[in-house]
């Protein structure tokens, strides 16, 4: 039902048209992959499977933060952009965020779709070898940290791997609770608020129904984090609502897609920190 290319339907004038009518009632697009609701659940689905020595590291660095909660920190690096003292750091990190496919084909090249080392793969590449660093002062190694859980996160929301031609989703208009907005708006944070939890009982729900298994190494990749943007960029290609609508059953097709992607980060994220924060 929801199978329609999206590059196939951008190439239609009356879409274009339609984007246009709409403008003035679009919300603006949301600076949050997944909004605060997901990001909190990754991290807190990760925090359930730290390792002890892990779970020390989390707590020390967290310290000065006065919080040793995962989940305090999750979106942190999206409130940068709201900071004026952090706009520096906001303008150098802001398109490690998200990586911009040329096509459904989905197939990471780093010259062509991570140029400079600037998008999602190579930001998680780059802040974990920090974290893992025990040369570095803890206050890189705590900002790192940070990084590190936002974009796993982010990496695992189908939309920040989605096309260059309509941004991500948020320039593909669409209907949603009666009101016009992006679809990749509806994605970061929209689709998880039809569950009506708050994330601390929505983390929960997700963490009994029991270790996530994880798909299969996709060849020829020998990058995990490439692996983990192909495959929210394949999501994509049955994400794209048939008349531009969000309805139930486009709810109800769609959000064990979006869940099982939060499950899949949150594993993932307790065994990235695992590895870079237990000793020996």
């Given amino acids: 039902m929801f199978q329609k290319p999206m590059l196939q ?63 305090d920190i999750a979106s942190w690096a999206d ?4 900071d004026p003292a952090q706009q520096a750091l906001w303008d150098k990190t802001s398109r490690l965020h998200y990586i911009n496919f040329r096509s459904e084909a989905c197939d990471y090249t780093p010259p062509r779709d991570c140029p400079d080392g600037l998008c999602v793969v190579d930001g ?5 070898d920090v974290l893992k660093d025990r040369s570095q002062p803890d206050a890189a190694r705590r900002e790192a940290l940070k990084f590190v859980v936002h974009f796993i996160g982010d990496i695992h929301q189908p939309l920040h791997a989605g096309y260059r031609d309509d941004k ?23 689709l998880l608020g039809t569950h009506g939890k708050d994330w ?7 963490e009994s129904r029991g270790a996530v ?13 490439a692996q983990w943007a192909e495959e929210s960029c394949l999501a994509t290609r049955n994400i794209y609502p048939e008349g531009h609508k969000i309805d139930q059953a486009y709810v109800d097709a769609q959000l064990p897609t979006a869940e099982l992607r939060l499950r899949e980060a ?3 994220l307790a065994e990235i920190l695992n590895l870079a924060l237990t000793e020996g």
Avoid at 24 to 47: C, D, Y
Avoid at 213 to 225: E, K, V
């Fill in 124 to 128: 998680i590449s780059h802040y974990v």
């Fill in 9 to 71: 339907k951008l190439t239609f004038p009356t879409r274009r048209v339609l984007a246009s009518l709409l403008v003035t009632l679009v919300m603006a697009p949301s600076a949050h992959a997944w909004g605060r609701q997901g990001h909190n659940i990754v991290a807190e689905l990760a925090q359930r499977h730290l390792s002890p020595g892990a779970e020390a590291a989390v707590e020390r660095l967290l310290a000065p933060d006065h919080t040793k909660a995962l989940a």
């Fill in 200 to 206: 601390q009982p929505y983390a929960q729900e997700l």
């Fill in 79 to 82: 409130d940068l952009r709201n």
């Fill in 168 to 190: 991500g989703g948020n320039a593909y208009q669409v209907q949603f609770n009666d009101k016009g907005t992006n679809l990749h708006s509806v994605w970061d944070s929209g």
């Fill in 213 to 225: 298994p994880l798909p299969p190494p996709i060849a020829p990749l020998d990058n995990d984090y």
């Fill in 266 to 268: 949150g594993r993932r």
